[in-house]
């Protein structure tokens, strides 16, 4: 069964720091473009970060630029999204998501559809 499983999520203060982690099972991340989406109560899923396969090219919601950092480690078949300073309105259900058959440099934020695998989602939530 291919699937995606999130890890890290948690209650942080503000100006906190979490580490998400997105690993894969019965498939390789390797040519994989991964994204990482949030979901806020009542609002739409909507994307923070993607990277392409080869991890050269990397893009940023405007809101977390230079907050957020997403890198991956292919031997141990996973992602990961650093998150510093965090505000309270970061807080949401974070998702990764996987495109398999991506052009090396390719990733997308804004198009969910362009994901075929995705997690469950891990819960962010960042208050004093």
């Known amino acids: 069964q291919l699937q995606l499983v999130e890890f890290g999520g948690g209650l942080v203060q503000p100006g906190g720091s979490l580490r998400l982690s997105c690993t894969a099972s019965?498939?390789?991340?390797?040519?994989?473009?991964i994204g990482w989406f949030r979901q806020a109560p009542g609002k739409e899923r909507e994307g923070v970060s993607c990277?392409?396969?080869?991890?050269?090219?990397?893009n940023y919601e405007d809101s977390v630029k230079g907050r957020f950092t997403i890198s991956r480690d292919n031997a141990k078949n996973t992602v990961y999204l650093q998150l510093n300073s965090l505000k309270p309105e970061d807080t949401a259900v974070y998702y990764c998501a996987a495109n398999p058959v991506a052009a090396q440099s390719a990733c997308v934020m804004t198009n969910l559809n362009w994901y075929d695998y995705w997690g469950q989602g891990t819960q962010v939530t960042v208050s004093s």
């Open positions: 019965g498939f390789t991340l390797d040519y994989s473009a």
């Open positions: 990277i392409g396969r080869s991890g050269l090219s990397a």
